[in-house]
């Protein structure tokens, strides 16, 4: 089991030139009282635009030597999302079929019961997750009985033994408390991508509207899930921005997933061409070398990706794969695969017991 590694800003000169060697940048700072590097939370934009016009083979090898100072290299965890609102969102993000706004929405079904929550973390837990997570096609959290059931969920998959994590839009301060309360791990809130781009993503509500939440979330002392999607039309700019803006927090995310867009029909985004698995690549290894002690989740996107391209995205620094058939509405390798080719790699689930992001 490893140890949480605090952020604390770092003190040296900040590198402007981004054409310098990329293994001159400082990934983590002096060593804090237990010992251990404290990791970076000033990055310039310089300095991550030199990891990404680096040589991929070069970053791949910084960000493993990394991944392998703050993580086992033999174990990856498994995390279950479970969708228990769908549909009917009012929120119209460009890439998501649940929203209300565009033609060809998934069809709004009634929140899940609490009983067959948890039913679904036991099975869960039984093919080897140490995560489980609930997502609701909520804009925001709004108080009573729908709300209600999820704090009982929360409570339900905390005593079968999982890290219980929601997504569940933007909550008031008493709201992620009850959260935390009834025992939840984390709370999701993805940034999707740069300020810059974002009006291209939502604009039902604002980039400060999620940057919000996170530091609500972050000051009810529940742990930070927040990552984002790549292959919405973006830049290599706005992929820069992304990760910039989630490693200079004054905390890191404890977890980051990183999701390659699945273009779903009906969307503004459902005829944009799939991203090539490599620029994946690219920002998992980026990511790692930046956010050094954040477990970094293969999230959508993986049912068109190869076996060997899997591979490249977990040794180049991802520890995290969400697992089952689903992911809210769209495919995910199923479990055999995705155990097989675990087994192919010599790699095995992270026990409950050592969840710690």
């Known amino acids: 089991m490893h140890a949480e590694r605090p952020a604390a800003a770092h003190d040296e000169t900040t590198l402007s030139d981004a054409t310098l060697?990329?293994?001159?940048l400082p990934e983590v700072g002096p060593l804090g009282p237990?010992?251990?590097?404290?990791?970076?939370?000033?990055?310039?934009?310089?300095?991550?635009?030199?990891?990404?016009?680096?040589p991929l083979f070069g970053l791949i090898?910084?960000?493993?030597?990394?991944?392998?100072?703050?993580?086992?290299?033999?174990?990856?965890q498994l995390a279950t999302l479970a969708n228990i609102k769908s549909g009917g969102c009012p929120e119209n993000c460009g890439?998501?079929?649940?929203?209300?706004?565009?033609?060809?929405?998934?069809?709004?079904?009634?929140?899940?019961?609490?009983?067959?929550?948890?039913?679904?973390?036991?099975?869960?837990?039984a093919a080897g997750a140490s995560r489980f997570c609930m997502g609701a096609a909520w804009r925001k959290v709004r108080d009573g009985k729908a709300f209600d059931a999820v704090v009982e969920m929360v409570a339900t998959v905390k005593a079968e033994g999982l890290e219980p994590c929601v997504t569940l839009g933007m909550l008031e301060p008493h709201q992620i408390?009850?959260?935390?309360?009834?025992?939840?791990?984390?709370?999701?809130?993805?940034?999707?991508?740069?300020?810059?781009?974002?009006?291209?993503?939502?604009?039902?509500?604002?980039?400060?509207?999620?940057?919000?939440?996170?530091?609500?979330?972050?000051?009810?002392?529940?742990?930070?899930c927040a990552g984002g999607i790549l292959g919405m039309g973006e830049a290599e700019a706005d992929r820069v921005g992304l990760l910039l803006t989630l490693a200079t927090l004054p905390t890191h995310p404890e977890s980051v997933p990183l999701n390659r867009l699945v273009a779903a029909p009906g969307t503004p985004m459902g005829?944009?061409?799939?991203?090539?698995?490599?620029?994946?690549?690219?920002?998992?290894?980026?990511?790692?070398?930046?956010?050094?002690?954040a477990t970094l989740r293969l999230a959508a996107g993986r049912a068109t990706l190869s076996e060997e391209g899997c591979a490249l995205a977990l040794y180049a620094g991802a520890n995290s794969i969400f697992y089952g058939d689903k992911l809210l509405t769209t495919p995910n390798p199923g479990p055999d695969a995705d155990r097989a080719l675990l087994d192919k790699l010599g790699l095995k689930p992270r026990p409950v017991s050592c969840a710690t992001a």
């Open 21 to 24: 060697d990329i293994s001159t």
């Open 34 to 54: 237990d010992g251990r590097p404290l990791v970076r939370s000033d990055w310039s934009r310089a300095e991550v635009e030199a990891l990404f016009a680096a």
């Open 61 to 76: 090898d910084r960000a493993r030597a990394i991944h392998l100072r703050f993580h086992r290299a033999d174990e990856v």
């Open 95 to 125: 890439y998501c079929p649940q929203s209300a706004h565009h033609e060809g929405s998934v069809t709004s079904t009634p929140q899940m019961e609490v009983g067959a929550v948890a039913e679904a973390a036991r099975r869960a837990k």
């Open 177 to 224: 408390s009850r959260l935390a309360e009834a025992g939840l791990h984390s709370y999701n809130h993805n940034l999707d991508s740069s300020r810059e781009f974002y009006e291209n993503v939502v604009t039902t509500r604002t980039y400060d509207d999620r940057l919000n939440t996170l530091a609500t979330v972050r000051a009810a002392g529940v742990k930070v």
């Open 271 to 293: 005829d944009l061409p799939p991203l090539d698995p490599l620029d994946w690549v690219r920002v998992i290894a980026v990511a790692r070398v930046m956010m050094p002690a």
